[in-house]
């Protein structure tokens, strides 16, 4: 199961993509220069017990690594991933 991005203007997403349906994301937007806002994490149920929500996250923080930006966490999911998960802390917004 491959995560895809796609990016349109300042809105974006990480998701897995199943026969044309979206049966995972993690939506973000940039809200600032340096500074994306992850605000809405949606797993189905049907991938439960398989740790997708904590693989979105690690995509999320890969592409911030790799942009140079920061992650403010404001999805209550992605905030609790972030959280407890020190190597990520790297690209944790302080706002």
């Known amino acids: 199961?491959?995560?895809q991005q796609e990016e349109h203007g300042r809105k974006g997403a990480f998701?897995?993509?199943?026969?044309?349906?979206?049966?995972?994301e993690l939506t973000y937007f940039r809200s600032g220069?340096?500074?994306i806002t992850?605000?809405?994490?949606?797993?189905?149920?049907?991938?439960?017990?398989?740790?997708?929500g904590r693989k979105l996250v690690e995509a999320a923080v890969n592409y911030a690594r790799a942009q140079g930006?920061?992650?403010?966490?404001?999805?209550?999911?992605?905030?609790?991933?972030?959280?407890?998960?020190?190597?990520?802390?790297d690209v944790a917004s302080s706002e």
């Open 38 to 52: 992850v605000d809405h994490t949606e797993i189905d149920p049907k991938l439960k017990g398989r740790d997708i």
């Open 69 to 89: 930006l920061k992650i403010k966490p404001a999805c209550p999911y992605a905030k609790k991933v972030m959280d407890s998960t020190p190597e990520f802390q």
């Open 15 to 24: 998701f897995i993509d199943e026969d044309g349906e979206w049966i995972a």
């Open 33 to 35: 220069e340096n500074t």
């Open 1 to 3: 199961m491959d995560i």
